[in-house]
């Protein structure tokens, strides 16, 4: 159901941040309403089931209990009125991300997270799902994005939006792929206002960043071959194309 324009989105906020980044910024945002902040996990479980937050933001290293321990026991006992996670975590491994997913959280952000960014995730997940293939669209944006933090693209940088909207097209029309430099760098180009040359170093500067960090091996993991290495870095179109075929295959 569509918010009110006045109705503040409910948030929970278990983390361990000394500094409270994420509490002060919401709790000045006229668009949310933070009703708890706790960093122990027996503590957070008892004040959602009390609060009712419609979101539940939480890193995974709580004190007493871990995040997917609280996100287990909220499931079992508040039933249908578990609010949405979306877990925010320095742990980096591509296992962590599979778990949080197939447990049921709606997204996984790494730290330092951008407050901004995360407003902005919160807000497309309380968007009203009025088709399935708009429920689809958020779902495929949720995978992709997920594959990116796993291997190490920033969600801050032009690259991940570009390679992110190259992979959703992909998939939609398989055959771009094929020609790259005269419709996929283009049509991405236009969407966001910019030149194709842009929009190819875009993707290629997150690439860079992504085998910089080291996340070779997460790449190798997600595909289930060792596809590459330190030494060998993927062209934009055989990444989005990889990303792309292993979208499909999941449906």
């Given at each position: 159901?569509?918010?009110?324009?006045?109705?503040?989105?409910?948030?929970?906020?278990?983390?361990?941040?000394?500094?409270?980044?994420?509490?002060?910024?919401f709790?000045?945002n006229?668009?949310?309403?933070?009703?708890?902040?706790?960093?122990?996990?027996?503590?957070?479980?008892?004040?959602?089931?009390?609060?009712?937050?419609?979101?539940?933001?939480?890193e995974?290293?709580?004190?007493?209990?871990?995040?997917?321990?609280?996100?287990?026991?909220?499931?079992?006992?508040?039933?249908?009125?578990?609010?949405?996670?979306?877990?925010?975590?320095?742990?980096?491994?591509?296992?962590?991300?599979?778990?949080?997913?197939?447990?049921?959280?709606?997204?996984?952000?790494?730290?330092?997270?951008?407050?901004?960014?995360?407003?902005?995730?919160?807000?497309?997940?309380?968007?009203p799902?009025?088709f399935?293939?708009?429920?689809?669209?958020?779902?495929?944006?949720?995978?992709?994005?997920?594959?990116?933090?796993?291997?190490?693209?920033?969600?801050?940088?032009?690259?991940?939006?570009?390679?992110?909207?190259?992979?959703?097209?992909?998939?939609?029309?398989?055959?771009?792929?094929?020609?790259?430099?005269?419709?996929?760098?283009?049509?991405?180009?236009?969407?966001?206002?910019?030149?194709?040359?842009?929009?190819?170093?875009?993707?290629?500067?997150?690439?860079?960043?992504?085998?910089?960090?080291?996340?070779?091996?997460?790449?190798?993991?997600?595909?289930?071959?060792?596809?590459?290495?330190?030494?060998?870095?993927?062209?934009?179109?055989?990444?989005?194309?990889?990303?792309?075929?292993?979208?499909?295959?999941?449906?």
């Amino acid at each position: 159901m569509e918010k009110n324009k006045d109705e503040k989105t409910k948030l929970y906020i278990a983390d361990n941040d000394e500094e409270k980044i994420l509490e002060k910024y919401f709790e000045k945002n006229e668009k949310f309403e933070v009703v708890g902040f706790s960093s122990n996990g027996k503590e957070i479980i008892e004040q959602v089931k009390v609060s009712c937050p419609e979101f539940l933001i939480m890193e995974v290293m709580l004190s007493g209990l871990d995040g997917f321990t609280v996100f287990e026991t909220l499931k079992r006992e508040m039933k249908g009125n578990c609010p949405k996670v979306i877990f925010v975590s320095s742990l980096t491994h591509s296992g962590f991300v599979s778990k949080a997913m197939n447990e049921g959280a709606s997204y996984f952000m790494l730290k330092p997270v951008s407050p901004k960014n995360l407003e902005e995730r919160i807000l497309d997940l309380c968007k009203p799902s009025v088709f399935v293939q708009n429920k689809e669209v958020r779902q495929l944006d949720e995978k992709i994005s997920n594959i990116f933090i796993s291997i190490g693209i920033p969600a801050h940088i032009k690259g991940y939006q570009f390679l992110r909207e190259a992979v959703k097209l992909a998939v939609e029309k398989p055959e771009i792929i094929g020609s790259i430099t005269k419709q996929l760098y283009p049509t991405i180009a236009e969407r966001f206002e910019t030149s194709s040359s842009k929009v190819e170093r875009g993707m290629r500067h997150a690439i860079e960043v992504a085998w910089n960090r080291g996340k070779i091996e997460n790449i190798n993991s997600l595909f289930g071959l060792k596809i590459y290495s330190s030494n060998e870095k993927p062209t934009n179109g055989e990444l989005i194309a990889l990303i792309a075929d292993k979208m499909i295959m999941e449906g």
